[in-house]
């Protein structure tokens, strides 16, 4: 995992050095391609395909991506019932 900051912020964190996939990529892989599972993942982004020393990383922000973009629909549905 590598980061590039600025002013001591995260801007990007390059999960996949292999296959450079940053943890925005896997972002707008939930978002964008409904990616919800690993194997996914791997499929839409390349991300883990090479070497594997990342997979864990990968996994973790995967699981928060899925739970923060299954938020935000929920909060814009529940939104949507009650307006
Ligand atoms: S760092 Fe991701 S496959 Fe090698």
Do not use: P, W
Request: hydrophobic share 45%.
């Amino acid at each position: 995992m590598i980061m590039r900051t600025v002013a001591n912020k995260v801007l990007i964190m390059i999960v996949c050095v292999c296959n450079n996939v940053s943890d925005k990529a896997i972002c707008q892989a939930v978002e964008q391609s409904g990616v919800r599972t690993f194997i996914q993942l791997q499929r839409v982004t390349t991300a883990a395909t090479c070497c594997g020393k990342c997979s864990s990383c990968a996994k973790q922000v995967l699981h928060t991506a899925v739970e923060r973009y299954e938020e935000q629909m929920m909060a814009e549905l529940e939104g949507v019932a009650f307006a």
